[in-house]
């Protein structure tokens, strides 16, 4: 642990398709291998990648806004104002489902392929597939 601080980064990836079977890839860009049916696909996303290059972080010591520069998440920057290095991670996805039996709206992270999923509010199971 050398103390870096980590600011969670804003840009979103796209949630991407295989383009083979239709489920969901793994998060991020470039190429991925589905582990659904192994195909292997590109995922590029121009206006994502545009963001993540522009994304202004503030600077955790000093708040000066710092340019990722680069779609690479996690990335180390330091602040050309203070010297201070920080770590942008990738942002945390969370996709919003409702319960079958209660309506409720769940927040979870998508992962490829089917799980089972128990509601906190009504105690029902269901599956999901992303
Ligand atoms: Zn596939
Ligand atoms: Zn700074
Ligand atoms: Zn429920």
Redesign the pocket.
Known sequence: MDGRPEIESKVAPPVAR??????M?PLGLGEKT?V????V?RVTHERTIIDLREEKIPCPKCSTLVVAGTEERPVDLICGSCQGPFRIIPKVVKVEIGCPSCDRMLRLRPRPGSRKISCPACESEFSVTF
């Open positions: 295989c383009a083979h079977c239709q489920g890839l589905c659904l049916c192994g195909a696909c």
